[in-house]
Nanobody, 124 residues
Framework: QVLLVESGGGLVQAGGSLRLSCAAS????????VAWFRQAPGKEREFVAA????????YYTDSVKGRFTISRDNAKNTVHLQMTSLKPEDTADYYC?????????????????WGQGTQVTVSS
């Protein structure tokens, strides 16, 4: 069974940058789609970005296009989310997820494996 571990969260000022990482233990991402979701206090968990490992195809929600970049590192079996130009509304717990390469990228039901999350706080 695959265990996902997120890292890289923290406190930054508006306009700053963070790089989140999601490492897989006990398995490989090679046959999966890997995504980042986020959940702010009092709100539903929402899709942020995804990458299909085999093809490299990427997907982003409109609010992060041009600011966030998802990438994969096959040698390290790790997915990164590079976040730039951060805004206070980006504040949330960020979760890594892995699931079917053929499901809809933005749907939570596509993903069967979830990490425990890493907190991102953006101050104004």
């Amino acid at each position: 069974q695959v265990l996902l571990v997120e890292s890289g969260g923290g406190l930054v000022q508006a306009g700053g940058s963070l790089r989140l990482s999601c490492a897989a233990s006990g398995g490989t991402f090679s046959r999966y789609r890997v995504a980042w979701f986020r959940q702010a206090p009092g709100k539903e968990r929402e899709f942020v970005a995804a990458v299909t490992w085999a093809s490299g195809n990427t997907y982003y929600t409109d609010s992060v296009k041009g600011r966030f970049t998802i990438s994969r590192d096959n040698a390290k079996n790790t997915v990164h989310l590079q976040m730039t130009s951060l805004k206070p509304e980006d504040t949330a717990d960020y979760y890594c997820a892995a699931g079917s390469s053929y499901g809809l990228a933005y749907r939570k039901s596509t993903y069967g494996y979830w990490g425990q999350g890493t907190q991102v706080t953006v101050s104004s």
